[in-house]
Each structure stands twice: as structure tokens, then as C-alpha cells.
């Protein structure tokens, strides 16, 4: 996809496909940091996850069963168990064989590792013997050195996110601490005379319906909230917040992103000497968007003070936000065949709340509104219908974090 300069989006407002090369080409990524790896969930690792050891480090069983030496069908048992997190004792001559759990290391001698329900125990006397059943499967579950990885070996590229699935890899890797960048840091912004949240209201007044759930969605966006300020449309208070000491990376705003009488952010934004961005996506919802460099390096996101407009905005451009800030290499879209039509001949895209019938295809819900998040209940993602899109099309789709 071909990126257009800052300029010439401006004004016009930027297409939604164009918003994360545009962030890539006009931001960069915050500095690394080290930190164990059980503390950096949702972070973007910024060097590759390499292994420090071998895995398993020693010969271990697979399975519960008998370490063995030589080829059978018969070997004479000893007494005793090998177990999981002791020494592997004696050798095993040929012949021999000795009771072994998952995960205990082998003795030395050892050949095949078999499994429980493949052998027979018989006694003879006061000696045990061990017999392979004739039935049974010639299979050796005896886990090599290094058979998972050797040391040295790359497990994941710089750029990958960090999940529980990478965070347990590590860890098993003897690799705790990573390099990492993000999450990000944001102080959240609720502007509004009219917004109340707690008390009765007044004429004109509507109840705060985002503060309590902001955090939970830009927790989806691998995005930490540090704080949430409420705040009247003044615009000296707003230039004043914005010039208070603060270790954030990001800022997110709610509200003001108009261009009504009570909007100031603009023009508070240019007293600023802000660098503005993005001004405006030709979407639906959210279209009144601002994406801003403040002169202190801080990445401020305006959302929409309409609820859903506010969450479509920061599902679609928080994340690729936080992905270009954290250095985080793109995940390739998500597709999904939409049951409807749903998106006019002409005009902003669309991207409205969707959840998936049987058989796999998606239902949108239509027409949405946007003084609440009524439409999100059921709702599992959020589809992006192009001007045009039609029943059966397919279209990207957009996970709502649960």
C-alpha cells in the first residue's frame, strides 16, 4: 500500500488503509528497556528472543514407562523409580531395564524409553522381568537432549508481542529477561461540561459512560492507563494539563475533536507548537480523529466524545498506534464474510460491531449509534465495510477485546 505525505492527508482526512504506514513513516518506536519477561505482557520485544540452554538439557522420558538397554523383547527389571527432578543414578547395563516417570532423567546405558501399557511385568522367583508385548507398538518415547531447541536458536523475531505463549517460551528457554518496548503509558483525558459521573443530572448533562471502561479497552490496545482526568471545555485548562510533568508515552483525549464553538483542542494544540498528524479518517464512526506529536515527544490520540465512536477509534487507530510506537511488526489483517449488506454505494468507510453466526460468516448490526456502546453488547468484533461493501463480501474484521 503506497503512503501519502502528512500534507496532502491533512484536511481531506486520511483513509483508514493508510493510517498504520502513515504512523510508521512520520513516528517513531519509544526507547527498549530489559525487564523479566513475566512483567512485559503485551509489550513488543525489541531484540529476538533467543534460547539460553537446551531443552530438555539432559535425556528425559516422554512418558511414564521403563528406560531399557538393548533390543529386548526381555530385560530384567530393577527395583527403584527414576523421577522427575533427581540425578539419573546408575548406569543401565545391557539387558536391564528400571521404572521411569515423565520428565525424569535416563540413566546412562539407557536405549528406548517404553511406555507402560506396551510391557508386561512377570516374576520369577524373587527376580522381576520386564517383557515388550508382542501387540505393541516399536515406539521410543525418550526425549533427546536439545530435541526442542538447542542453545542459540531464535524462537521469536524482534517485533513480536509479547503473549503468555511467548512469556512461557522464555521462561522455558532459561531466558527471563527480554528486551522489550511498551506498553505504552497513557494519561487519559474526559473533556466535557456536560459529562457527570456520579450525582443526578442537570439539564443537559449525560453520564460519564466512558472513564470506567476506558481502561479496559486500551488494555486491548496493549496500552497502560495511568490516570483519568476529568475536565470542562476551558482552554486554559486544557493547555495547562497538557504541560504538567509526566513520564507518559501517550495521551489520549475524549472529546474536542470537532470543529464546534466548544472544541478547543485545536487551537490549544497549536499554541502548543503540537506537530498535528492525523487530522481526521474518512471513517464512520470516528472521523473527527486527531493524531498529534506534542513538543515533548508524547504521541497524543484524540477519540470522538461519542462513546462508540470514541472505542471504534481507539480499537482501529490505538492499536496500529501502539504497534508503530512499540516497533511492532503488523499482524496480517483478520477476514471475515459478512451475511449482510451493509455499507452504501458511496461515502466513509463504515466500521460497525459484528458477531459471527454458524457456519463461520459474520452479522453486522446495521445502522449504529453512537451516544453509547448499546450496539457492542454481543457484539465479538468490529467489521470494516468499504463504501460498496455487499452481502457476502469479504472484509476485515476487528477483535473486541472480551
Known amino acids: ?221 496493549d496500552i497502560e492507563c495511568r490516570r483519568i482526568w476529568p475536565m470542562p471545555d476551558d482552554r486554559d485548562l486544557l493547555r495547562s494539563w497538557f504541560a504538567l510533568d509526566t513520564d507518559a508515552d501517550l495521551v489520549v483525549s475524549v472529546g474536542g475533536t470537532g470543529r464546534g464553538s466548544a472544541d478547543r483542542l485545536r487551537a490549544v494544540l497549536g499554541e502548543l507548537g503540537a506537530r498535528i498528524l492525523i487530522d481526521g479518517v474518512r471513517v464512520r464512526p470516528g472521523g473527527s480523529q486527531i493524531v498529534a506529536e506534542l513538543p515533548d515527544g508524547r504521541t497524543l490520540l484524540a477519540l470522538p466524545g461519542n462513546p462508540l465512536a470514541a472505542v471504534v477509534t481507539l480499537l482501529v487507530t490505538g492499536r496500529a498506534l501502539a504497534g508503530v510506537r512499540t516497533g511492532r511488526r503488523p499482524d496480517p489483517p483478520l477476514w471475515g464474510r459478512i451475511a449482510d449488506a451493509a455499507a452504501p454505494a458511496h461515502g466513509p468507510t463504515r466500521i460497525v460491531p459484528a458477531r459471527q453466526l454458524d457456519g463461520g460468516v459474520w452479522r453486522t448490526h446495521g445502522a449504529t449509534r453512537t451516544p453509547h456502546l448499546a450496539d457492542l453488547l454481543g457484539a465479538q468484533a468490529l467489521a470494516v465495510l468499504p463504501a460498496g461493501t455487499g452481502r457476502g463480501a469479504l472484509v476485515e474484521i476487528v477483535p473486541i477485546p472480551r
Open 1 to 221: 500500500m503506497r503512503s501519502r505525505s502528512v500534507e496532502a492527508m491533512n484536511g481531506a482526512g486520511v483513509a483508514v488503509e493508510d493510517l498504520d504506514p502513515l504512523l510508521r513513516a512520520v513516528l517513531t518506536p519509544v526507547p527498549a528497556r530489559t525487564a523479566p519477561v513475566v512483567d512485559a505482557l503485551g509489550a513488543t520485544l525489541a531484540e529476538p528472543l533467543v534460547t539460553a540452554a537446551h531443552l530438555p538439557a539432559v535425556d528425559t522420558a516422554a512418558m511414564d514407562g521403563f528406560a531399557v538397554n538393548g533390543a529386548g523383547p526381555r530385560w530384567s527389571l530393577r527395583l527403584g523409580n527414576q523421577v522427575a527432578g533427581r540425578s539419573a543414578g546408575s548406569t543401565l547395563s545391557d539387558g536391564e531395564a528400571i521404572r521411569i516417570s515423565t520428565g525424569a532423567p535416563v540413566p546412562g546405558g539407557t536405549t528406548a524409553v517404553l511406555r507402560r501399557e506396551y510391557v508386561h511385568i512377570e516374576r520369577a522367583g524373587r527376580c522381576w522381568s520386564l517383557r515388550a508385548l508382542p501387540d505393541a507398538p516399536r515406539r521410543n518415547d525418550l526425549r533427546a537432549r536439545g530435541e526442542s531447541w538447542s542453545a542459540g536458536v531464535e524462537l521469536a523475531p524482534a517485533g513480536a508481542r509479547v503473549d503468555a505463549a511467548l512469556m512461557s517460551v522464555a521462561l522455558s528457554a532459561e531466558a527471563p529477561v527480554v528486551a522489550v518496548r511498551g506498553p505504552l503509558r497513557a494519561d487519559v483525558l474526559l473533556t466535557g461540561d456536560e459529562i457527570r459521573a456520579a450525582g443526578a443530572l442537570g439539564p443537559g448533562q449525560v453520564r460519564d459512560a466512558l472513564g470506567a471502561v476506558l481502561p479496559h479497552y486500551l488494555r486491548g490496545c
